[in-house]
């Protein structure tokens, strides 16, 4: 069975732009979850998706967005580009809200380069 | 907000060494994970912690949860070049994760 899959890989905007993040989680999955993960750090959570609905998310700020499709796939959407967005950005999926009972798989990432 | 802090932050060590890994905050957990990444990919589970007190071992990785599950541990016992890479604690219901380590072993 395919694992959580993530497009593109790599991806290169200038400041100001706006980029679009698309994740498609493992079959029968039906939550998503995106985390930003700055190079040498530890990812932090951004948002979770749980049937369509946003259930929980981080401390970004609104130019980050986000939905998820009838599919369970999702998108994660940023906008006016800063440099210090420049990051791998995971998505992760779960059968149910991601926690103790339900474990979370992530995909490779997209690596997003803001020049 | 709750933070997750480990230590150290970056390790290099020789094949064959033994290294422990800390997971520290001021919070209380339900339960605690850790995950290994490797350049390119995404994390992957290694185990979960739920009991205070309680001890895990997978071959030569034996993770710790505190008894106040406040912190945890993960120590390598004879560590291999293949165990290189980041590896990360996470608070399982808040999807929070550490500040990771970076481990490299050198043959």
């Known amino acids: 069975d395919a694992g959580v899959t993530q497009s593109p890989t790599h991806l290169i905007k200038t400041r100001g732009q706006h980029v679009t993040l698309r994740c498609s989680p493992i079959s029968g999955h039906k939550s998503v979850s995106w985390y930003q993960q700055v190079l040498g750090q530890g990812p932090q959570f951004i948002f979770q998706y749980y049937e369509k609905e946003e259930r929980g998310r981080g401390n970004f700020p609104d130019r980050f967005s986000a939905r998820q499709f009838p599919n369970y796939s999702s998108e994660l959407n940023v906008n006016a580009l800063l440099l210090g967005d420049s990051a791998l950005y995971l998505c992760?999926?779960?059968?149910?809200?991601?926690?103790?009972?339900?474990?979370?798989?992530f995909g490779p990432g997209t690596r997003l380069t803001v020049l | 907000t709750q933070l997750l802090e480990q230590s150290p932050q970056f390790l290099s060590i020789q094949e064959g060494e033994n290294l422990t890994v800390y997971c520290n905050s001021s919070?209380?957990?339900?339960?605690l994970q850790w995950y290994r990444q490797e350049p390119g990919e995404g994390p992957v589970l290694l185990v979960t912690v739920v009991t205070g007190g309680e001890v895990k071992k997978l071959k030569r990785l034996t993770f710790q949860f505190g008894d106040a599950r406040k912190d945890s541990s993960l120590h390598i016992t004879a560590a291999q070049p293949g165990d290189t890479g980041l590896y990360l604690c996470k608070a399982t219901d808040k999807l929070i994760f550490g500040t990771g380590t970076r481990l490299q072993v050198f043959p």
């Open positions: 992760a999926s779960s059968l149910a809200l991601a926690g103790f009972y339900n474990e979370q798989f």
């Open positions: 919070s209380v957990f339900s339960s």
